[in-house]
């Protein structure tokens, strides 16, 4: 198989704003972190200046990489949760699947519902490029590492030693030159964490540079797209799990030879969710219209002709913390709103609160109680620190050219209010077009959902041979079929993580996606068939004879 679609390495890390040094002046302290290899990345390709999450945690984040559309329209927007999403809802790999792309995943899914079987090739910590049994077949390869995640902050010192071993004397960041944002108070629990946090980061790099040494290796650089970003922003408080640019403000960079002009800057809005329809607009295939990706360049590289002009996200349930905001962000304004004003912005958060950096701040604030308790003023936390652990407004405004860490709340600046309606107006239109799920009760989608609480399983596919070509069908509308003349064999048992994210099942068998009718391996005396759909449990195999027996 030949093709000039490009390969596609997409490669993604955890929990990281644009600190990266080809970011050095577009985001305050990106110059604090060694990144030799994302930068030069970045001088061969685009980069993108105003790239978003739309929601500033994982699950729900990745549930609208991987299929293009907002968590609020789909029911995948309450952090760790199996939702059931409308039956035209696919992963976007599936489609490149269906025209010819060989799809890896390598790391966890963590979608928000049971990642289906037939969304890669294969999927697994040993997954690879290489593992396409074609070595002229184009490649979608996914990376997910894991090595900026928030936990490895409170890694103990032996731990992160060995975590970051490949660093240099010279990529050890000090922490007395930490670019502490103003809303983290300057003790030495915060300054080791943003040291920690660079030498993750440099550490990652590492990474990324062997994954792009071995696409130099194999002799596929200047036919392959590369893609990297992170899911949404730094695991400190006030960043992840909040809808502040520290929570949803990503690096995106764009390597393309030979398309993408090397060097180039993009300084529009657009979501990390808008690389499903790019990546299915340069491999050939017309983005599904209900998706709400749109490209950010088509075939020969060329940018929209209308740019977004506003980004929207969100923060729903996070765990056991029970809150909603909404964001709007026009590059130069950013406009929150939220339904729970009675509620402080760090709830109780049973994972959180074990981190070093969240025990600091509980740790001040109670310190300050006491000081209250005999007469003193509170002097362990600035203003702008303690509002943390306060209520919210209703309503927040920023100015970021001015403001860039969103320290100065301008809702009821008289000079702002018609900026304020503006995104306010636009706020609500969004939720109109998209409807917005979090304003249903979660227990009544669950119910909707899991109707007594009984989880739903795809109807078994149904396959016939016309002619020399094989059929197959499933009741269960929006349901993929995969088939495969592997037989049965004992499969591994799935940890209880891989339950939480949702990853495939470990299945050693090789499943193809059926995308029409097919011509059936020769030789194969009987293949097995299986269904699913988002949200759904798969179906039960079903096997067809194909020399006449009966199954």
């Known amino acids: 198989m030949t093709s000039e679609r490009p390969n596609i390495l997409w490669i993604t890390t955890h929990d990281i704003n644009p600190d990266l040094g080809a970011y050095r002046g577009v985001w305050p302290g990106a ?24 929601a500033p945690v994982c699950a729900p984040s990745r549930s609208a990489m991987i299929t293009g559309m907002f968590p609020t329209a789909i029911g995948t927007h309450q952090m760790r949760s199996k939702a059931v999403p409308p039956p035209g809802v696919r992963c976007f790999t599936e489609y490149l699947r269906a025209a010819g792309y060989h799809c890896s995943h390598n790391g966890m899914t963590d979608h928000q519902f049971f990642t289906p079987f037939t969304a890669f090739d294969r999927f697994g910590p040993q997954a690879h490029w290489r593992d396409r049994r074609d070595p002229r077949q184009p490649f979608f390869a996914a990376f997910h590492g894991a090595i900026t995640h928030e936990s490895q902050l409170a890694l103990d010192d032996d731990a992160f030693a060995r975590a970051t071993a490949r660093l240099t004397p010279r990529q050890r960041h000090d922490p ?8 983290y108070p300057d003790t030495p629990v ?4 943003w040291a920690r946090y660079a030498d993750l980061i440099s550490a990652m790099d590492h990474w990324v540079g062997d994954l792009l040494a071995q696409l130099e290796e194999d ?90 002009t506003v980004v929207f996200g969100h923060r729903d349930r996070m765990d ?9 962000c026009d590059g130069r304004f950013r406009y929150l709103q939220h339904a729970h004003p009675d509620r402080p912005y760090l709830q109780h958060h049973h994972y959180a609160d074990a981190l070093p950096t969240w025990r600091e701040l509980r740790r001040l604030s109670f310190e300050e109680a006491n000081q209250l308790a005999v007469g003193q003023p509170p002097d362990r936390l600035t203003p702008l620190q303690r509002r943390l652990l306060q ?22 600046d008289p000079a702002h209010a018609a900026t304020l309606r503006r995104l306010r107006d636009a706020l609500a239109e969004w939720q109109r077009d998209v409807g917005d799920l979090g304003l249903i009760d979660e227990a009544t989608l669950v119910a909707r959902w899991r ?58 068998r ?26 759904y449990l798969p179906s039960d195999d079903v096997a067809i004879a194909l020399d006449g027996t009966s199954p």
């Open 176 to 183: 007395a030159t930490a670019p502490l944002p103003p809303y």
């Open 391 to 412: 209520a919210k407004p209703a309503e927040e405004l920023y100015d970021l050219a001015m403001d860039p860490h969103e320290t100065v709340n301008l809702a009821q």
């Open 190 to 193: 915060f300054r080791q964490a």
């Open 219 to 308: 002799g596929l650089a200047d036919r392959t797209m590369v893609v990297f970003c992170s899911d949404h922003g730094v695991g400190l408080p006030r960043a992840k799990r909040l809808p502040y640019e520290s929570g949803l403000r990503e690096p995106l960079i764009v390597r393309w030879p030979g398309t993408l002009a090397a060097g180039s800057v993009r300084s529009d809005p657009v979501y990390l969710m808008d690389l499903a329809a790019t990546l299915l607009t340069v491999a050939g295939i017309a983005p599904p219209p209900a998706m709400h990706a749109r490209p950010l360049f088509d075939a020969t590289g060329a940018p929209p002709a209308v740019p977004r």
């Open 31 to 54: 110059e604090y972190a060694d990144t030799p290899h994302l930068d030069r990345l970045a001088a061969q390709g685009v980069r993108f200046d105003r790239a978003y999450a739309v």
């Open 451 to 508: 109707p007594a609480g009984v989880v739903p399983v795809t109807a078994p596919p149904q396959a016939e041979r016309v002619g020399g070509r094989l059929l197959a069908s499933c009741a269960t509308p929006g349901a993929s079929i995969g088939w495969t003349d592997d037989p049965p064999c004992e499969r591994a048992p799935s940890s209880p993580f891989a339950a939480i994210v949702g990853d495939p099942p470990a299945d050693p």
């Open 320 to 328: 056991e913390q029970l809150d909603r905001s909404r964001t709007a």
């Open 510 to 535: 090789y499943w193809r996606l059926v995308d029409g009718p097919f011509v059936p391996p020769a030789g194969a005396a009987r293949l097995w068939f299986r269904a699913q759909r988002l949200g």
